[in-house]
């Protein structure tokens, strides 16, 4: 059981910090050959660690594909053709795993939805959820796990509000993204995870075709149901509830440790509410959770950084790493609530930078402070080395957070 | 300063609106809607951090300053 795969140097954390080799690499050979993970497969990638170079590899979809065509490729080498050609890879039939112009149609059919206008109308929704959670937390006492009683539950609940995904179903689809995420299963375990997925997600699908709600996967029935097939409803409903609560959940739990670690940090946040704006910029910075996105494939023979790459190559940009580099910001090491919003990629960059960026911000806009604020005394319920961290997740966090107050 | 929009570029992420709400919105469809083609100098900073801050390119400054 005890099967431990060594973890991939872009995932490599000390626990918030991206580790220092790859700042070495970032200065000394910003684009190296390095190892990437698909389950047991290890394959050859081009390491991206310069902040430069991961804008221009992340902003150029003409000459970097997110078909995965070069993970494919490789895992056929290792295993064989039909393990590659079944492979599950981002989400089948969804946006992530598109270029253009697919893409770009599937794109625009969403981005009306995700407005921050229409984002500001969840406010007060996204409040209420909120507080109940507090609510339950303070009438229980501590200590209590923050990943399970508030930092997972409440974007869970945003995402099933507005999707129309029953809340009820929380535990098996939790369980599932959680197992989607995890770079270390088998490529069979992580096949039967994602088909029970689309499985779910095609019930989900089925029923609101034959009766549409008036919620988002309802909007798209009504204005789209025609020009999309089932196929990309059941990718483009997956990815969005995966992509939904598991970023925003780990954002809200490894943000809230890292604040325990930097009481001063945490006293301006509870303290100033005129800095929230800036603090969640420099959260997402800091933390970077997403440690690389999907992995691209050269279409052509291209330079980047210096360095020659083959069309058919994977390649990895590091999103911690870009973001502690000084062309993005001063003194990047250094966390500082009050720092002028930079230009960070924890979002991505280009045309599959984040849809629900403008809901992962009002989310965690309205939670940090509302936590810090009811539990001013919050503290940590277990000794710190014992915090348990994901890591062999696509999305880093940590697995529970015992806390009390 | 003068401020440049392409909405056929723009992937909607909302970035310009936070940065710089005075000058940027999205349309209903999503795509970014310039409130202010001539922004006065106080916006400038602001704008300029839009204009970094866009994940698409789709907003530009024509004319240098
Ligand atoms: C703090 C929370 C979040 C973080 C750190 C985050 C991060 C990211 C990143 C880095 C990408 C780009 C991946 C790539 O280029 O390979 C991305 C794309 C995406 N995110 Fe998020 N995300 C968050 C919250 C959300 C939420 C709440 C939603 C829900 C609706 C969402 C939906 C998506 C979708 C649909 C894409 C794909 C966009 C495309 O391919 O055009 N994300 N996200
Ligand atoms: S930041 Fe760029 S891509 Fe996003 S809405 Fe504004 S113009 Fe469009």
Not at chain 1, 44 to 49: D, F
Not at chain 1, 282 to 291: A, C, F, G, Q, S
Not at chain 2, 8 to 30: K, L, R, S, T
């Amino acid at each position: 059981m005890s099967r431990t795969p060594p973890v991939p140097l872009h995932m490599q954390r000390t626990p918030f910090d991206p580790i220092t080799d790859l700042a070495r690499l970032r200065t000394e050979a910003p684009v190296s050959l390095a190892e990437a993970p698909m389950g047991p497969v290890r394959f050859p990638a081009w390491l991206v660690t310069r902040y430069d170079d991961v804008r221009e590899v992340l902003g150029d979809a003409i000459r970097f594909s997110n078909s995965g065509q070069a993970v494919r490729a490789h895992v056929a080498a290792a295993v064989d053709e039909e393990t590659a050609a079944r492979l599950p890879l981002a989400a089948q039939g969804s946006l992530i795993g598109y270029d253009p112009p697919d893409h770009t149609r599937l794109r625009r059919m969403l981005t009306p939805k995700f407005t921050v206008k229409r984002m500001r109308r969840l406010q007060p929704r996204i409040e209420a959820i909120v507080t109940e959670h507090l609510d339950v937390m303070q009438d229980n006492g501590g200590p209590v796990d923050l990943v399970q009683a508030f930092a997972l539950p409440v974007p869970s609940l945003v995402i099933c509000e507005l999707l129309g995904v029953p809340y009820a179903d929380r535990a098996d689809f939790q369980r599932r993204s959680n197992a989607q995420l995890d770079l270390s299963q088998s490529l069979e375990d992580r096949r039967a995870v994602f088909e029970e997925s689309r499985a779910y997600m095609a019930e989900l699908v089925r029923r609101q075709r034959s009766d549409p709600g008036d919620d988002l996967l309802g909007a798209l029935v009504r204005e789209h149901g025609d020009e999309l097939p089932d196929e990309e409803l059941i990718g483009l409903g997956g990815l969005l509830l995966l992509a939904g609560h598991e970023t925003t959940a780990n954002m809200l739990a490894l943000g809230a440790l890292l604040l325990l670690r930097h009481p001063d940090q945490l006293a301006l946040l509870r303290d100033d509410p005129g800095i929230v704006d800036q603090a969640v910029e420099e959260l997402m910075r800091y933390l970077t959770i997403v440690h690389s996105g999907v992995i691209r494939t050269a279409t052509q023979d291209v330079t980047i950084g210096g360095k020659p790459i083959k069309a058919g190559d994977a390649i990895v940009c590091s999103l911690p790493s870009a973001n502690r580099d000084q062309a993005l910001a001063d003194e990047p090491d250094v966390l500082d609530l009050t720092r002028k919003p930079t230009s960070h990629v924890a979002f991505g960059h280009g045309i599959h930078h984040c849809l629900g960026a403008p809901l992962a911000r009002m989310e965690m806009r309205i939670a940090y402070p509302a936590l810090l604020r009811r539990f001013p005394a919050l503290r940590l319920a277990v000794p710190f080395e014992e915090v348990p961290f994901r890591t062999y997740s696509a999305v880093y966090g940590v697995r529970s957070l015992p806390v009390a107050w | 300063m003068r401020v440049h929009a392409d909405r056929e570029i723009c992937v909607g992420a909302g970035n310009c609106v936070f940065a710089a709400p005075e000058v940027f919105d999205q349309n209903d469809d999503g795509t970014v809607e310039l409130l202010d083609p001539r922004p006065a100098a106080e916006h400038h900073d602001n704008v300029r951090d839009a204009v970094a801050r866009c994940p698409s390119g789709a907003i530009s400054l024509p004319e240098p300053g």
